[in-house]
């Protein structure tokens, strides 16, 4: 008799779970509130422990050949000059891999692909607002950072919480860059990336009051916070127009208990949402759900597998959680420059996490 689960969520999360689990003969069915898969988004930078991840879903290989390697990498300060580099041959060393720039959309669709080849069911415009698994032997809540499910399984102490921090971001066309940098400046940080089909990745953040948007206006508070700033900044802001501006403000997941109630198991945002300063929100998620269906499979139980999931996650991702929100306060210094400048050198002397 096939075991059946539930997946509340369509993202990368529920993707990769589908995916994993459909692999291993579950009957999955995935419930996805958007009617229709996403076709717009900025780059995620997949790290190779998650391109190794989706090597267990059959799937890293189209990432690797979708996305952009990443094959250098620098910390500047607003007036070009340099405050680090990262090694991203010792990452390649240590790892055998590089990390690969993708934008969602395309990262999403080799998901859906691998989901449907396992065997599962994806159900869209299906909103789904409690935690009932339908009668499903296994409910992944991967519904993400603002997930209804989590609040109903552990309380409104568990509600996603602003950082402090907003964002913007956005691609420009015809603008190839053959780095990452990131530009760190009194308060407030700048990065570019590379992106598949020569177009080039941003985006920029700051402390700010939630919700404080400026519609029809972004572009022009872009300009007047980082308009003396130099190559790779200036380049961009010449080239962004208002309507290819996202902005949002930056949700991050109280710590949780467990990622783990009855026959409920979170993944992803729903379990861990992090500050972006990392990159490595996608990573996780994915990490997550090879990780859940390994633990699942070895284990005589369901009820110890889930167990054996939570241990194995919910320590490194807290761990992440806390570094992320470390890496975002640094950007946020407005007093010290030359000492936080120091101390990001010194982060970079061991080289970027594998």
């Known amino acids: 008799m096939h075991r059946q689960a539930m997946i509340i969520g369509g993202g990368v999360a529920g993707l990769a779970a589908a995916a994993a689990l459909g692999r291993d003969g579950w009957q999955v069915t995935v419930r996805e509130r958007d009617g229709a898969p996403a076709t717009a988004g900025t780059a995620l930078g997949i790290w190779p422990a998650a391109l190794h991840a989706l090597d267990a879903l059959g799937a890293g290989d189209e990432v690797r050949r979708a996305g952009v390697p990443q094959l250098a990498g620098r910390f500047l300060r607003p007036d070009g000059s340099r405050i680090a580099e990262i090694d991203v ?17 395309p990262l999403l669709a080799i998901l859906q692909e691998a989901a449907i080849a396992a065997g599962a069911r994806i159900q869209r415009g299906d909103p789904v ?3 009932e698994a339908g009668g499903a032997d296994l409910l992944v809540v991967a519904d993400g950072v603002f997930s209804r499910t989590r609040e109903r399984l552990f309380g409104p102490a568990y509600r996603a919480r ?6 913007w971001r956005g691609v420009v066309p015809d603008m190839p860059v053959d780095a990452f940098a990131e530009v760190w400046g009194r308060g407030v940080k700048f990065g570019v ?16 009051p939630e919700g404080s948007f400026h519609p029809g206006a972004e572009v022009a508070v872009l300009r007047r916070t980082f308009g003396t700033w130099a190559a790779p900044v200036a380049p961009v802001l010449d080239a962004i127009e208002e309507s290819g501006v996202l902005r949002h403000d930056v949700y991050v997941t109280p710590p949780l208990p467990s990622y783990v109630s009855g026959a409920a198991v979170l993944i992803g945002d729903a379990a861990h949402a992090m500050s972006p300063d990392l990159g490595r929100g996608a990573c996780e998620a994915i990490i997550d759900a090879v990780t859940l269906a390994r633990c699942l499979r070895g284990a005589s139980a369901q009820a110890e597998g889930l167990q054996g999931y939570d241990r194995s996650r919910r320590r490194v991702t807290r761990r ?8 975002a306060g640094m950007t946020r ?12 050198r010194v982060g970079m002397l061991a080289g970027p996490p594998a």
Not at 193 to 207: D, I, K, L, Y
Not at 320 to 327: C, E, G
């Open 89 to 105: 041959g010792r990452l390649h060393r240590r790892t055998g891999d590089h990390v690969h720039l993708l934008s969602r959309p």
């Open 129 to 131: 607002d409690g935690p």
């Open 162 to 167: 602003y950082s402090g921090g907003t964002a």
């Open 193 to 208: 990336t590379p992106q598949e089909g020569g177009r080039t990745n941003w985006f920029a953040t700051t402390a700010a």
């Open 320 to 327: 992440l959680s806390r570094v992320a929100a470390a890496a």
């Open 333 to 344: 210094v407005r007093r010290g420059l030359p000492f936080r400048d120091g101390l990001l």
